[in-house]
């Protein structure tokens, strides 16, 4: 059997069964050459995560399909139960989401989050100080609040105008005094001091999460905004870094990011707020904070998932995270020219396709004629959609190879298999080689949500990952076998027996107790000396 054959023979065996490729009308489609996400893709951001950006969708909204929903992740490989400082939103960062309506590679709109800390009680070191059961609730002892602005960066006055004021009033259903109030230049203050979910400690904390994380959706009108921690909604084999699964596709079929969280902003706006006269717009997100002087600096950067890690190589890839998509032309040539192909073809004997790549350029850097290219558009690397496509009744998780146009690489969808498609295209699905490459993870761990936000609620911190304890163990016996003699419990959701309660509520019953007793010793000492 030769080396080509065989590894067919084994692809054939890992992938779903083999995928109806749609090409007609569609020549010259590829998404861009990748195979794994934004998550600690370069040098400088992996050691920086709180302003790493893992992840960016954008889809028509499928149970509102006259709105877009706009999704980022930040925060990679979140361990659950990462205590006693779990996860938060820098506070000195811009996390942004931009929109290019006009095609040429500039940010018209950008969506900003900003994040503030709040301490109850700084004499702890705890998260909570006991079961939190609403977002203000006094035992949630850190909590985190955000502004979200909408900022009109190509906008030709020094104050919004009221034409451009009315509109959005109309679009969003909100009184226009609301937004006269709201304007700051070009900015509009759309959201003030709204609450951040918190990391999901534990069962014993946070005994109704989603019931936390449905109070942190806020409401503006027609638009809604979520932050805070969700489920990462990335899934693949991240042992494709391992010399492309192991060298002879014997590791796959694994989600690497099962069982890890994120921190999540999602938004959801009237479609007719994003874009202009045509019903194409650009997306993508970045991180920017201050530097020594006061400065901003950009420091992350993604649209088009996996770009960073496969397609740009180590020397350019903080160049990359630190650029604005209308000076791609200076990254055109990892393009055009890909490594992956050839890496492949070292290790599997799979010929890469012919270079140049224009099949990947066009898709890449342009959309596809006829589905989701703006006009007179430039060439950048950004998440192009189509809002004009109504979202598909029935979601394929391969999108546009499917005949699903409302999926990626029209805007990114959660439940797209983005791995599976990039791996396709770049062995040249689209240029004569059809192929039913993948890494066999077809779906995410957790299933994501049919409202918004859509995204899955994270795992909790009292879920095992790795370790297993001994059955009957208790906190206060160091591991040993409780006997059954404790009480305690194996979950070590209470402890010998005792009803979790607040701490608060444990010191006001000491001060009572303590209050009683010296009442009841000076009651004593005044018998005493009656």
């Known amino acids: 059997m030769s080396q080509a054959s065989g590894f067919k023979r084994r692809a054939a065996a890992l992938v779903a069964a083999g995928t ?21 893709e370069a040098p400088l951001i992996s050691g920086q995560p709180q302003y790493d950006n893992t992840d960016t969708y954008a889809f028509v909204s499928p149970d509102k399909p006259d709105t877009t929903t706009l999704v980022a992740n930040w925060v990679p490989f979140e361990d659950p139960a990462g205590g006693p400082n779990f996860y938060r939103f820098a506070t000195d960062a811009k996390y942004d989401i931009h929109i290019d309506n006009d095609g040429d590679a500039k940010a018209d709109l950008t969506y900003r989050w900003t994040f503030k800390d709040h301490y109850r009680n700084g004499n702890t070191f705890l998260y909570n100080t006991g079961p939190v059961t609403s977002l203000n609730d006094p035992d949630l002892n850190f909590r985190q609040t955000y502004n979200l602005d909408l900022i009109f960066n190509e906008h030709s006055g020094s104050l919004l105008d009221l034409r451009l004021l009315v509109k959005i009033a109309d679009l969003l259903k909100i009184d226009i005094s609301v937004l006269l109030g709201a304007r700051d230049g070009k900015t509009l203050h759309l959201i003030k001091n709204a609450p951040v979910a918190p990391s999901n400690v534990g069962t014993a904390s946070m005994p109704n ?27 693949l084999d991240l042992r494709v870094f391992d010399l492309l699964y192991g060298g002879d596709l014997s590791e796959v079929g694994n989600d690497s990011l099962k069982g890890y969280n994120v921190n999540t902003v999602a938004l959801q706006v009237p479609s007719k707020l994003l874009i202009d006269r045509d019903s194409v717009v650009g997306v993508w997100s970045s991180t920017s904070r201050e530097d020594g002087s006061g400065r901003d600096r950009q420091v992350s950067r ?93 979601p394929k998780r391969l999108g546009v190879l499917e005949g699903d146009t409302a ?40 299933a994501f949500g049919k409202t918004f936000p859509y995204v899955a609620l994270p795992h909790s911190g009292s879920v095992v990952k790795s370790a297993v304890g001994k059955p009957g163990s208790t906190p206060l016996n160091g591991g040993a076998i409780a006997g059954g003699t404790s009480g305690g ?25 303590a209050g009683g007793l010296f009442l009841y010793r000076r009651n004593r000492g005044s018998v005493a000396t009656a």
């Open 302 to 394: 993604l649209g088009m998932p996996l770009v960073n890690e496969v397609v740009i190589p180590v020397k350019d890839k903080d160049r990359f995270n630190a650029s604005k998509p209308k000076d791609d032309a200076q990254f055109g040539k990892y393009v055009t020219n890909p490594e992956l192909p050839k890496l492949i073809q070292a290790v599997y004997g799979i010929p890469a396709p012919k270079e140049p790549r224009n099949d990947l350029v066009q898709v890449f850097l342009t959309g596809v004629p006829s589905l989701n290219q703006p006009k007179n558009v430039k060439a950048s690397e950004q998440l192009r959609l189509n809002t004009a496509i109504k979202p598909a009744a029935s």
């Open 407 to 446: 999926g990626f690489p029209n805007g990114r969808r959660l439940t797209d298999d983005v791995v599976d498609i990039a791996l396709q295209v770049v062995e040249g699905e689209l240029v004569g080689a059809p192929n039913d490459l993948g890494d066999a993870v077809n779906a995410n761990d957790k």
């Open 209 to 235: 999460y989603e019931a936390l994380r449905n109070q942190a959706v806020v409401s503006k009108g027609k638009a809604k905004s979520f932050t805070g921690q969700a489920d990462d909604s990335f899934f």
């Open 489 to 513: 419990t194996s979950d070590g959701s209470g402890l010998l027996g005792t009803p979790l309660v607040s701490l608060s509520a444990v010191a006001l019953g000491g001060l009572a107790i």
């Open 20 to 40: 109806a490729v749609a090409l007609g009308g569609l020549a010259g489609l590829a998404p861009p050459a990748a195979l794994a996400s934004s998550h600690r």
